[in-house]
């Protein structure tokens, strides 16, 4: 009767009807740290492949880094667009808000003037090179623009993810959050875990 009584007791307290097991967390501990994305739309205009690293996890927040690379050679640029960010997923479970910051930079492979030296003359005799487009040198910071979205991911890890994102900052250094214009886009984009 003993060993009867310590067996009912053990397996109660191992049966998931009885048991207080926490579920909650499930989707926030289970998702792997390392995602790579295709993006369409979005951060970098047009497409992108990425990498996002989550950093931080808890009941109801994830924290991700994310890096894209992306080259668009038949929009009349010739170059690598760049777009790193942070992203912020509130949620317990497979739904979750997005909240985005991202900074897009831009590589130029055909910088215009070529050299550094025509490049500082150029700026020296042009008030407003920023904006003209003869002015095109190797390196830019495009655009800063937050984000919100919505992700959902699924039961093997994989996420999906609707993006709408606003321009805040252009690369001719103007606050344009004031402005009605074009300077905003929707991204789709699908997580892959590995």
Do not use: C
Not at 10 to 17: K, Y
Not at 41 to 54: A, F, N
Not at 156 to 178: A, P, R
């Amino acid at each position: 009767m003993k060993y009867l009584l310590i067996t009912v007791i053990i397996l109660i307290g191992f049966n998931p009807l009885f048991s207080q097991k926490d579920t909650s967390q499930f989707y926030n501990k289970t998702l792997s740290n390392n995602n790579l994305s295709i993006e369409l739309g979005g951060k970098s205009i047009w497409y992108s492949l990425g990498y996002e690293r989550t950093f931080y996890k808890s009941k109801i927040l994830l924290l991700t880094g994310t890096v894209n690379l992306s080259y668009e050679p038949f929009d009349g640029f010739n170059g690598l667009r760049i777009p790193i960010g942070i992203n912020t997923l509130l949620g317990e479970k497979r739904n979750k808000l997005l909240l985005g910051l991202y900074i897009l930079n831009q590589i130029n492979f055909s910088p215009k003037p070529k050299t550094s030296q025509e490049r500082a003359a150029y700026r020296l005799s042009h008030e407003n090179y920023k904006i003209e487009i003869n002015y095109s040198p190797p390196y830019r910071l495009l655009f800063i623009d937050p984000s919100i979205g919505y992700r959902r991911y699924f039961k093997k890890g994989n996420s999906i993810s609707f993006e709408y994102t606003y321009l805040i900052y252009n690369s001719y250094g103007e606050l344009v959050f004031d402005k009605l214009r074009l300077a905003s886009w929707f991204g789709i984009n699908y997580n892959f875990k590995f």
